[in-house]
């Protein structure tokens, strides 16, 4: 039976050892393996959001819902990842990063996909540049653990037409739920 606090009080010592990440992969495991009791113990989601489970500066447990066709430009995290998929599906686009030496501007090109299903957990390195893509037309639930404080660590984000870096605008990405939120209420 999954029990929120004991899962994270869990992934808090997990996010101690040595091969953290690889700890806190096997908890999510074993959390998607039990998704009735894991729904009954965080809510099926009702609108896209980010939900704040526990936030500290070692580690960061959101319960992350996509609205429907909702995508995310390209990211990084600058800190390693776990995420879970409870609900709908999530496809990812990795990206590899490519400096021009003459420009001195980075830009990226798409290196590679990555589709995660109800139940499945994928892990991302600390360098990991990815973009999100809800393709349903529901919600995607998924809970998303990082090595780190996610929101306190200066991220970079990715203009999705000319694909060049900026510093990720965080009043721009909350717009984009509430855009999705405004879109599924019709």
Same mark, same amino acid.
């Given at each position: ?32 393996? %039990?998704?009735? !009791?894991?729904? &009954?113990? +965080? ?6 959001? $980010?939900? @704040?489970?526990? *936030? ?43 400096? %021009?030496?003459? !420009?001195?501007? &980075?830009? +990226? ?6 589709? $995660?299903? @109800?139940?499945? *957990? ?65």
């Amino acid at each position: 039976m999954f029990e929120l606090e004991r899962f994270v009080d869990d992934c808090l010592k997990a996010s101690g050892q040595p091969d953290s990440q690889i700890a806190i992969r096997e908890l999510l495991q074993e959390a998607m393996s %039990d998704q009735a !009791s894991l729904i &009954a113990a +965080i809510g099926e989601p009702s609108k896209a959001g $980010l939900g @704040r489970i526990h *936030v500290s500066d070692n580690l960061t447990i959101l319960n992350l819902a996509w609205g429907p066709g909702m995508t995310l430009r390209p990211h990084d995290h600058q800190m390693w990842a776990v995420i879970g998929i409870y609900g709908g599906r999530e496809d990812n686009i990795f990206w590899r990063r490519i400096e %021009d030496e003459e !420009s001195g501007e &980075a830009t +990226i090109e798409a290196a590679g996909a990555k589709t $995660l299903r @109800r139940g499945e *957990v994928a892990t991302l390195g600390w360098n990991i540049i990815h973009s999100v893509t809800n393709p349903l037309d529901k919600l995607t639930g998924g809970l998303h653990i990082y090595g780190g404080n996610f929101f306190e660590e200066p991220r970079s984000e990715w203009d999705p037409e000319a694909l060049t870096e900026q510093p990720l605008d965080t009043a721009r990405l909350a717009a984009e739920f509430e855009r999705s939120n405004r879109r599924m209420m019709g």
